[in-house]
């Protein structure tokens, strides 16, 4: 508290009990000629308005004493603002991921399966996806005649350079069965898709991405279809274009070239293995029941036993879901774990500043016990100036924590998807740790003998 507002509070307390004195003096001296009643409701009216009077006086004080030292009040808010948000980013950014992949497998419908070569499990060790080689073009012809079976492709997938004139491009070959445009849901947006003949046949043919086609043909401005292009050094020719269907983080769904899985297997990448086989389900009611029998016939075609680890995995878009959610989850609570620590020792501050504040103003605390005030109005100032400075910090927190929020889900490429119940628990908490780390120093403030505080100098 300054020392000008001290010395008006001292002369303040000295007016009123000089003024105290006089009064009961006078009412020595001479006696009322008449005592007026005072009604019981307007008795509780003058009380409530007293209560008010004091609790507003109370935040007067408060914010009074926070002011004057304003520069110490922001710094001990530090650790809730860092806390506070450290959660509401991480809360923004785990929700934008999740929002995205639940989008981009919604793309892909509940009823599609993916398998992907490789064991689950290799000497107690989880594998990657696609480390081992064992899923063959046979495989996915046999899985055709499986009852609820739509459509199936295989998938080879490459990296290679992609050249037009001048223009040239790297991106990923794709080599599937004309039924993969169905099972993906690709819609054509100049040309047409690859047929069957094109895979009999094996023929050069290629349907370009759209990132693919403005890469080579925008500078120019050339219709693509009926164009050749290179691919490695094998010349193909474009019969159409796909609508753009947009990026999943950092990755562009449509910076791809597909062509026939025939016409890769001979021109682009010679091999007896399939990076992938995905199936189609006719309804999503089935998608287990297709999924065991998959598994099954697998299991028979590679020759494995019960009891066996298979040599292959079989996941569906549900599955994919909940596994992308559960990563989004272990990562929040990491980040809200970290989060928490920094609003431990935010208000430990707080606690210390107060303490500090409670020795500064002893004195103080002495005058007002002198001049009326009761113990727990001692106690309600210093807990709502506890309550200010983590509510102070709880905003500060959820603005730079949204701003921090917006500037990582910007450039990951994830939606901004703020939780208004994040941020409202986030402040919650930020006050709560205010009036729990504030408690100890108000309860000792309030508990100081008015006689040993006015002697303090």
Do not use: C
């Not at 292009?229 to 274009?241: A, D």
């Not at 494995?304 to 596994?323: K, M, V």
Request: net charge positive.
């Amino acid at each position: 508290m300054s020392e000008p507002v001290e010395r008006e509070r001292q002369m303040t307390a000295s007016s009123s009990i000089l003024a105290q004195g006089a009064h009961k003096r006078a009412g020595t001296q001479s006696q009322p000629s008449q005592t007026l009643p005072l009604s019981s409701g307007g008795w509780g009216r003058r009380r409530e308005s007293h209560r008010g009077s004091l609790l507003m006086a109370n935040f007067a004080s408060a914010f009074e004493s926070l002011w004057a030292n304003r520069l110490r009040s922001l710094l001990t808010t530090l650790g809730v603002v860092i806390g506070v948000a450290a959660v509401i980013a991480a809360m923004t950014l785990t929700q934008g991921a999740s929002v995205l992949i639940q989008a981009r497998l919604n793309v892909l419908g509940t009823n599609t399966l993916l398998i992907i070569p490789g064991a689950a499990t290799s000497s107690g060790a989880f594998s990657s996806l696609g480390s081992q080689q064992s899923l063959t073009q046979g495989d996915a012809d046999a899985l055709v005649s499986i009852p609820h079976v739509v459509q199936v492709s295989p998938v080879l997938s490459l990296g290679a350079q992609v050249v037009y004139g001048s223009q040239n491009w790297n991106t990923r070959i794709q080599g599937v069965y004309p039924g993969y445009r169905q099972i993906q849901g690709w819609e054509i947006a100049r040309g047409r898709w690859l047929n069957a003949h094109d895979e009999l046949a094996g023929l050069p043919v290629a349907v370009l991405g759209q990132l693919v086609a403005n890469s080579l043909f925008g500078p120019s401005g050339t219709d693509p279809v009926g164009q050749t292009i290179r691919i490695g050094t094998q010349m193909f020719r474009v019969v159409g274009v796909l609508q753009p269907k947009g990026s999943f983080g950092a990755f562009t769904q449509d910076d791809v070239v597909f062509v026939p899985f025939t016409a890769a297997l001979i021109r682009l990448k010679n091999t007896g293995y399939v990076d992938q086989i995905q199936v189609l389900v006719d309804k999503a009611e089935y998608v287990d029941s297709v999924q065991r029998a998959v598994d099954t016939a697998l299991l028979k075609r590679h020759r494995i036993g019960a009891g066996s680890p298979a040599d292959f995995q079989i996941r569906n878009a549900n599955q994919l879901l909940q596994t992308a959610q559960q990563a989004t989850q272990t990562l929040t609570l990491l980040l809200v774990g970290i989060a928490g620590i920094s609003l431990t020792v935010g208000g430990i501050g707080i606690m210390n500043i107060m303490l500090v504040s409670v020795t500064e103003r002893t004195r103080e605390i002495g005058i007002r016990m002198a001049i009326g005030a009761r113990r727990r109005d001692i106690r309600n100032q210093f807990l709502i100036e506890a309550l200010t400075l983590s509510s102070l910090g709880g905003l500060l927190g959820i603005t730079l924590g949204l701003l921090v929020g917006w500037l990582m889900t910007t450039n990951f490429g994830v939606p901004f998807v703020p939780q208004p119940l994040s941020i409202f628990l986030a402040f919650g908490v930020s006050a709560l740790v205010g009036v729990t780390f504030g408690f100890y120093p108000a309860v000792r403030a309030a508990r100081l003998d008015p006689i040993i505080a006015l002697r303090t100098e």
